[in-house]
């Protein structure tokens, strides 16, 4: 939950606003996002890692006002889109503070990324150096770039595997040498600039033994640089991946306990390896924002299923769904929810909260112990739904995509509108179309 989030007698408040009362204006399904809190968690990064850049992960959610919040609380944005860098583009973000990622950036997007001029763009590929080296040199640009490199590190949920994860689609391979040659390439083209390496490992870890491999390799890397090349590349991005809770009361994100054990691992290496710590940057995408949004959800139907054994689980179905939260069916996530619209004392039941979909699989919570006098429009509200949700959403059945309704101090500002059925048959331009 937010840390403004609050029950008065049954009824959820977030940012001094009842949560009964933003859905009677904003109308149901809404995401709601608490202002005060995205900023606090923005602003404890940029405290806790005051020595680095910290950059936004912009793609756990990104809208013009959250791109502002970011900037006002000095942290850097990093898009992997040309949509992305849009909103950028159109929240007045300095774009010298922009990262540019992702394995695949079109022509157009890299050539959007330089005219603006983004302050580094991180390289995926042979193909893109080439690329990127062709564009420069038309528009008679000098870019900053990363080579982004495979730690050969893989973190999961609650785990990381530190063997050679090589076979997946980003970055260029330490253990092939195919990094090392990425950086001479990035060295003999004249319109580039080599800021550094970057590296990312994952997302939704929790400790920071995976970063403390993958540090060594990439620092290894970057000694070898410097040793073998005579290069010494400035800076150094460690990625995002900070994980946030789920389902419990409690916040393991502590940017603070996360910096100083990043710091010393980094600190440490490059003792060892007798070099300069290099200017470090993170990402954080899911442990700014995920805590600071709530989807509330009206109930529509409640329907009792026995099951094998005799056992009952209610199914209460909720007017959103793998449509504004895919998270469950995709990545078989877990999530909590809470009765928001009133007091209950009845006893709590097996609940599955499922959405609206044309498809079992359509789980919003998978199990959780609710009121057993759940009805017909009662408001369930769904924490921690701040990354990859929205960002993620989809229309599928031709679902309307919910409003990200911010709250703050007990005010309302809708950031992102409900779309409408005239959104979606604009793009509808056949037989019948406009
Ligand atoms: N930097 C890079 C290069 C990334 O690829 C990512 C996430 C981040 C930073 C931010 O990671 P975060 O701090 O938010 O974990 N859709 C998945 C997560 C995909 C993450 C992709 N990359 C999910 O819903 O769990």
């Known amino acids: 939950w937010s840390s403004t989030a609050r029950k008065v007698d049954g009824v959820l408040e977030v940012g001094g606003v009842a949560l009964p009362d933003l ?38 959610f990104l809208c013009t006002t959250t791109a502002r919040w970011v900037a006002e609380e000095g942290l850097r944005l990093d898009v992997c889109s040309g949509g992305e860098l849009a909103v950028a583009e159109r929240a007045g973000f300095e774009m010298g503070h922009v990262g ?33 080296t062709a564009l420069a040199a ?9 080579v982004r490199v495979t730690a050969g590190v893989e973190a999961h949920t609650h785990e990381y595997i530190a063997t050679a994860h090589e076979d997946q689609k ?30 990312h490992i994952g997302s939704q870890i929790f400790d920071t033994s995976g970063f403390e491999v993958a ?26 991946g900070f994980g946030i809770a789920y389902t419990t009361q409690d916040d393991p994100s502590d940017p603070a306990q996360l910096a100083t054990e990043i710091t010393k691992i980094v600190d440490h290496e490059c003792r060892a390896l007798g ?22 959800y009206t109930v529509g139907t409640v329907k009792p299923v026995e099951l094998d054994g005799g056992a009952v689980r209610t199914y209460v179905s909720v007017d959103g769904g793998m449509s504004d939260n895919i998270r469950t069916a995709l990545y078989d996530a877990d999530y909590s929810c809470t009765l928001a619209s009133r007091r209950s004392d009845a006893p709590p039941t097996l609940t599955r909260v499922v959405g609206m979909h044309c498809e079992a ?14 009805a017909p429009g009662d408001l369930l509200a769904v924490p921690g739904t701040g990354a990859y949700c929205r960002s993620m959403a989809s229309n599928y059945n031709h679902a309307l995509r919910p409003p990200v309704v911010a709250v703050r101090e007990g005010g309302t500002l809708v950031v992102v509108r409900r779309e409408t059925l005239d959104d979606l048959l604009a793009t509808d331009v056949g037989a019948l179309g406009g």
């Not at 260029?172 to 590296?199: K, M």
């Not at 540090?215 to 995002?240: F, I, N």
């Not at 995408?285 to 600071?292: D, K, L, M």
């Open 215 to 240: 540090a060594r390799r990439v620092l290894a890397l970057h000694a070898q640089v410097s040793g073998e090349l005579g290069v010494s590349m400035p800076e150094l991005d460690l990625g995002g």
């Open 23 to 60: 859905l009677a204006e904003h109308g149901s399904p809404a995401y709601v996002l608490d202002e005060a809190d995205f900023r606090a968690r923005a602003r404890a990064f940029r405290t806790a890692f005051a020595d680095y850049d910290v950059y936004y992960a912009g793609k756990a």
């Open 361 to 374: 699989g359509d789980i919003v919570v998978k199990d959780e112990f609710l009121p057993g006098d759940l």
């Open 138 to 146: 038309g528009l008679g640009r000098r870019v900053g770039v990363m």
């Open 100 to 132: 540019f990622h992702g394995n695949n950036k079109s022509a157009a997007e890299l050539r959007r990324a330089v005219e603006v001029g983004v302050g580094r763009i991180v390289l995926d590929s042979f193909v893109e150096i080439e690329r990127l």
């Open 170 to 199: 980003f970055g260029f391979s330490i253990t092939s040498g195919d990094a090392l040659e990425a950086v001479r390439r990035v060295l003999a083209a004249d319109g580039l600039e080599l800021l550094g390496l970057h590296s």
């Open 275 to 296: 070099i300069e710590v290099p200017r470090l940057s993170i990402e954080p995408g899911r442990a700014i924002v995920g805590p600071a949004v709530c989807t509330v």
